[in-house]
Structure formats: structure tokens, C-alpha cells
């Protein structure tokens, strides 16, 4: 018990420092159901995020049910829970979560309007983003009351994210853990071909 409550008192004291100091980053640590749109099509996830890991389990049918992104040791685990087994993968900065206020690489911000989503009254913002050498112009919709992006759309309408029922709350440590049970995919091949007879006999 006394891990999460030390925890908690650690990020609204990060939290408070960061409002003394007027500085925009703070630790962060939610969950929500995640949708992304990408060229038309849906694809839906809870996710539990913690500022240098997150996990996502994923409403698709698929062998891979389950992604847990740990910025922290550099891999993202693809579980295949059926099997019973996980694929180690290096991690990809570009696929992390934007739930920041700020964007990175963000180069200008102009608000536009005012909208309620999923319950919270957000500000929409047009942002500018410098990727290499060229400029990429996002809609944010940044909540109001717990200062988070539930939404967030390319200009050009090919990319959307949206966050609903975002809880702002300290999750349990195992979520992020790969579970004890679970073996490399690597071995499954092995495991195979060790029960495959001599072709010799």
C-alpha cells in the first residue's frame, strides 16, 4: 500500500513544483479508451499510460492482443496471450502517445474555438508542427479541467486520436510487467521443431 500512496504524494508534489516553477511538463499517469482513425479506418484500445511506459490492449481480433511500450528500457512487447507468448520489438518514438499538452516539435499554437467533449469543456487549438524540413498543422482539443488532449486531428483530416473517459489516476505496477508465465516467441519455433521426429529413425 504504501508503494502507490508514495507515488501519489510524489506526482501532485511534481505537480505543484511545475505550477510554482510555470512550467507546462508534469508527470502523468491515466486511463482511457483510445480511438485512432487512420485513412477511414477505427481501431479502439484501453490504454494505460505512465509517463515512460504505457500498455494497450487492443479490441481487434488478432494474434497480438495486448502492447506494453517500455521507453525506459528502449522495447515494446507484442503479447500473444492464446499462445502465451511475447515478441520484443526496439522502441519507436513515433509511437508514443500525444497526451501532452505540448506537442514535440511544436512551433506555433492559435486558438480557434471552444467545444464539450465526453463531457469536459476543451479549447480547440490549430498547431504547428516542425518534422524535418517541412511543417505538419494539427486540431487539438485540449480539456479545460484536466488540462488533456482528448482529441487530436491532422489538418488534412487522414489522422485522428481521440481519448474517452479518461481517468487521471495511479495504475498498479504489473501493467506494464511482462507476465511470469509467458515465454519468447523465439522459443515457440524451437519448441516445435524439438517435437518434430528424426526424420532419420
Known amino acids: 500500500m504504501l508503494g502507490p500512496i508514495r507515488r501519489w ?26 480511438i485512432t482513425r487512420i485513412d477511414g479506418h477505427s481501431h479502439k484500445a484501453n490504454l494505460y499510460y505512465r509517463d515512460d511506459m504505457w500498455r494497450l490492449e487492443h479490441h481487434e481480433l488478432g494474434p497480438v492482443n495486448v502492447t506494453i511500450v ?61 518534422k524535418g524540413a517541412g511543417d505538419e498543422v494539427y486540431y487539438q482539443w485540449l480539456a479545460n479541467d484536466i488540462k488533456f488532449p482528448l482529441k487530436l486531428a491532422r489538418k488534412d483530416g487522414s489522422w485522428v486520436v481521440e481519448y474517452k473517459h ?11 510487467q511482462l507476465p511470469v508465465n509467458f515465454q ?11 517435437d518434430q521426429p528424426d526424420p532419420k529413425m
Not at 479518461?166 to 506494464?176: C, N, P, Q
Request: hydrophobic share 40%; proline share 5%.
Open 9 to 34: 504524494m510524489s506526482l501532485l508534489l511534481l505537480s505543484a513544483a511545475c505550477s510554482a516553477n510555470g512550467a507546462a511538463a508534469w508527470a502523468l499517469e491515466f486511463s482511457a479508451d483510445q
Open 70 to 130: 517500455r521507453k525506459d528500457k528502449q522495447v515494446m512487447w507484442l503479447l500473444l496471450s492464446r499462445m502465451k507468448h511475447f515478441k520484443t520489438l526496439p522502441y519507436d518514438p513515433e509511437q508514443a502517445p500525444k497526451v501532452h499538452e505540448t506537442l514535440e516539435g511544436e512551433v506555433a499554437r492559435e486558438e480557434i474555438g471552444t467545444e464539450t467533449l465526453d463531457g469536459h469543456p476543451t479549447t480547440l487549438y490549430q498547431v504547428t508542427v516542425r
Open 184 to 194: 519468447p516467441l523465439e522459443e515457440f519455433g524451437r519448441d516445435k521443431n524439438h
Open 166 to 176: 479518461v481517468k487521471l489516476r495511479i495504475l498498479s505496477d504489473y501493467l506494464f
